[in-house]
């Protein structure tokens, strides 16, 4: 049987501030731990900017992309997670109430990151977003005319 696969691409930030805190937020339907803000991907959506898109409709904060630290497959739901390391832009910390139960920044380190984030899927992606010191290029393209969007490639130790 000649099958269309159907995944759903999500996208996710470790967010940094000035002060080198990790923005965290708790969902109504994952309230057993803190999370790094994302969501769905729209169609047509470039990556870059639907990791912007959710983490400023969820938190009221704008960030800018710095690279992709780790792509992810929940093979039972079919969900292809990509994760984005971002700094802070602007914005005051506002929730939105519908999804997110509570967010904020915290001083999350290696050594007490459990405290936070609880499930182990969400604890490697961000373990691993915290180590990140080179990450993978990715960029937006469009086709017909061949352009190039949007592309991060940044590789400086942070």
């Known amino acids: ?53 959710e983490v400023l409709e969820e938190t009221g904060i704008t960030i800018r992309p710095i690279g992709v630290t780790g792509v992810y497959y929940n093979a039972t739901r079919h969900i292809l997670s990509v994760v984005f390391k971002a700094k802070v832009v602007s914005g005051e910390l506002s929730i939105q109430p519908e999804e997110i139960m509570e967010a904020g920044f915290f001083p999350v380190s290696e050594a007490d990151i459990g405290l936070y984030i609880t499930r182990p899927n969400m604890l490697s992606r961000t373990l691993d977003a915290m180590r990140a010191e080179v990450f993978v290029p990715y960029e937006t393209v469009t086709v017909r005319p061949d352009q190039v969007l949007s592309r991060l490639d940044e590789t400086i130790k942070l």
Do not use: Y
């Open 1 to 53: 049987m000649d099958r269309t696969p159907k995944h759903i691409v999500a996208v996710s930030a470790l967010v940094t501030n000035e002060n080198g805190e990790v923005l965290l937020v708790k969902t109504h339907w994952r309230s057993d731990t803190w999370e790094s803000p994302g969501g769905q991907v729209e169609e047509g959506e470039g990556l870059d900017q639907a990791v912007i898109r």
